[in-house]
């Protein structure tokens, strides 16, 4: 049975720095895909970056470009999302998911069949 546990989030000012966690267990994850999402109250769940085990291929949505980066530590079934420049804006509930191999069409795909983490706050406030 798949298992993602997010960690890592937390309070910070803007221009500030977190990084996030997803642990996972039942898997490879030098074999599959794992996306970061992120959710606000009111407004539908959002890919924001993916990494492909198979080949290492990244993907990052536009307004996190330059300033996150996801990585993973297949030793330690463990994906990473580091997080700089943080701004108001990024504030949300992160989730950490994984469903099929490759990011291409992650968002799609793992909203439909993908498995998921409970989550992690994410406030970026002065």
């Known amino acids: 049975q798949v298992r993602l546990v997010e960690s890592g989030g937390g309070s910070v000012k803007p221009g500030g720095s977190l990084r996030l966690s997803c642990e996972a267990s039942g898997l490879k994850v030098d074999y599959s895909a794992i996306g970061w999402f992120r959710q606000v109250p009111g407004k539908e769940r959002e890919g924001v970056s993916c990494i492909s085990g198979r080949d290492g291929r990244t993907y990052y949505e536009d307004s996190v470009k330059g300033r996150f980066t996801i990585s993973s530590d297949n030793a330690k079934s463990t994906v990473y999302l580091q997080m700089n420049s943080l701004k108001p804006e990024d504030t949300a509930l992160y989730y950490c998911?994984?469903?099929?191999?490759?990011?291409?069409?992650?968002?799609?795909?793992?909203?439909?069949?993908?498995?998921w983490g409970q989550g992690t706050q994410v406030t970026v406030s002065s």
């Open positions: 998911a994984t469903g099929g191999a490759w990011c291409d069409g992650y968002e799609r795909y793992m909203k439909n069949y993908g498995s």
